[in-house]
């Protein structure tokens, strides 16, 4: 008979789904309003993932319905690609799937948002999530499924051929929630996502009452990005010995070669040299030590061209401030974007626009409003790399303060962003973006103070004028009158010569 021992009736390993069932508050699910707002968040996310990938204009509907006492019922549809019906009882049903070894900006990046909300409301509400979706070249499935929490695995209580009018994806699921004490966040943040996705359309119904419009506020498809192999300096240890077992064996050279990005002949014959290996050493015969000195040195060697920027998105100048001009009274608005940069690896770049609006509280500081991979980020604040840079200029320098209400926009897109927490809610403090920040801040302080100084020269100048034209057209009347001039001649014209600027006589 097969008896467990004491040691082993206390420990034992638990399955991902059990350690964030235990553990939901870390991935954003720990009480009962934040659930309905990650609920949310994750499916929309998703969805303008999905509506990328299918390089089409997004159309999200979102519909919350109040049942019995506090319990929700919650709708996502979209336009996207759907999910090919193989792959739907893994998607939904299994905690931490995803693909592994392409680089590439997205706002999914832990394989656990969508299956979070359906194991909250299968925790909360004993109901499963109904999914139903369209891909390319199908007319539609469903499914009714649960997860395993023991086994992280999807139980399938039904699916069926049921057609789907055009090609994406509608989820449905029954949580505990507390809506009203959310209602406005979720709306903030619905707001903040049209700005960041401007081409998008997002519509949200409560309780079949009220339907919020938000967007589309750009017709600015973005192109669609690159899916890239990781860069050589993102190789740590691990990767390095998956790869090989993914790959088989192969001599050395070829495997750097066709594992990672950046790395041609050239480039790994040089490398090779540096760290003394031989180019045609088979990979099996690698020990354990070898592969910690190759990864040691791939992170460490500076000889590697910079990872590829094309596997990032960033919004751009003229979608960015369609969105904010759709979205705020703005007055004035400059936008910055800086080259893109790396940390451990990972390309990315960060972007902002600084934005004069009453809109905005008057402060010392502007207020910060924050974008990860396109998605606002409404949490957690204080503790984020952002608020951190924007603490350390010194904004008075550049003419903001209590008394221009001002506000950034700001957006850092790499292939990976480095969160501290599964929730995704606030980004760790890494020097070489935090460097990046201060740069793009600074940036917009100088031409914020620039434009703000244009403005008011140009309200000078045109008061100036103003006092000119009076004068002068005085001037022209008597002389008229003092020559008998019938009616007064037009001066307008000779104003504009002038002042080379159009009279407002
Ligand atoms: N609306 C959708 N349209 C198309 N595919 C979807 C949709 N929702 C989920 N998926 C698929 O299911 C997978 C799992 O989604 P999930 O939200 O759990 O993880 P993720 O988005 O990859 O990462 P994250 O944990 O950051 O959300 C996605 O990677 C995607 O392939
Ligand atoms: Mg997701």
């Not at 001599?251 to 790994?268: A, E, P």
Request: proline share 5%; charged share 25%; net charge neutral.
């Amino acid at each position: 008979m097969n008896q467990k021992t004491p040691l082993e009736t206390t420990f034992g390993s638990i399955s991902p789904a059990e350690f964030f069932y235990r553990n939901r508050q870390m991935a954003g699910f720990g009480n009962s309003s934040q659930a309905v707002y990650s609920t949310i968040r994750e499916l929309v996310e998703n969805s303008l993932d999905s509506c990328e990938d299918a390089e089409r204009y997004p159309d999200v509907h979102i519909r919350i319905s109040c049942e019995e006492s506090d319990i929700l019922s919650v709708r996502v549809a979209d336009n996207g690609t759907g999910v090919p019906a193989e792959y739907v009882p893994e998607a939904f049903g299994k905690i931490l799937f995803g693909s592994k070894y392409h680089e590439r900006q997205r706002r999914g990046t832990f394989g656990l948002g969508v299956t979070m909300a359906v194991l909250y409301g299968q925790i909360t509400a004993n109901s499963p999530v109904l999914i139903h979706t369209r891909s390319r070249n199908t007319s539609g499935t469903e499914y009714t499924l649960f997860i395993d929490v023991e086994s992280n695995e999807p139980l399938i209580e039904a699916t069926n051929l049921q057609e789907r009018e055009y090609e994406g994806t509608t989820i449905t699921l029954r949580i505990q929630g507390d809506l009203k004490r959310v209602q406005e966040r979720i709306v903030e943040y619905l707001r903040l996502t049209a700005v960041s996705t401007p081409h998008s359309k997002i519509s949200l119904d409560i309780d079949g009452s009220e339907t919020i419009e938000f967007g589309r506020w750009s017709n600015e498809i973005p192109p669609l990005v690159l899916s890239s192999k990781p860069h050589p300096r993102a190789a740590d240890l691990e990767l390095l010995r998956r790869f090989m077992q993914r790959v088989g064996n192969k001599r050395l050279q070829d495997f750097l070669i066709d594992s990672f990005q950046k790395v041609g002949v050239k480039t790994s014959t040089r490398f090779l040299r540096f760290i003394s290996f031989d180019p045609n050493q088979e990979t099996n015969t690698l020990t354990r030590d070898d592969l910690s000195r190759i990864s040691e040195a791939l992170r460490k060697y500076d000889d590697f061209e910079s990872p590829d920027p094309r596997s990032l998105s960033p919004i751009g100048k003229s979608p960015i401030i369609d969105g904010l001009n759709s979205t705020f009274n703005v007055s004035n608005i400059h936008y910055s974007i800086r080259p893109p940069s790396e940390w451990q690896g990972n390309p990315f770049i960060v972007e902002g626009a600084i934005v004069l609006s009453d809109d905005f509280a008057r402060s010392e500081i502007p207020t910060l409003y924050r974008f990860a991979n396109r998605v606002p980020l409404l949490y957690d604040s204080s503790e984020d790399v952002m608020t951190k840079a924007l603490k350390r200029i010194n904004w008075k320098r550049y003419t903001i303060g209590a008394s221009s209400p001002a506000a950034l926009f700001v957006h850092l897109c790499s292939t990976r962003i480095p969160y501290k927490a599964a929730g995704k809610q606030s980004i760790g403090t890494i020097s070489e973006i935090e460097n990046e920040l201060l740069y793009l801040f600074k940036e917009l302080g100088r031409r914020f103070n620039k434009g703000l100084r244009k403005e008011q020269r140009s309200v000078r100048e045109s008061k100036k004028m103003r006092e000119f034209a009076r004068t002068f057209r005085n001037l022209v009347k008597f002389s008229a009158d003092l020559a008998d001039f019938e009616g007064i001649p037009k001066t307008s014209h000779l104003i504009q010569q002038l002042f080379e600027v159009a009279s407002d006589e």
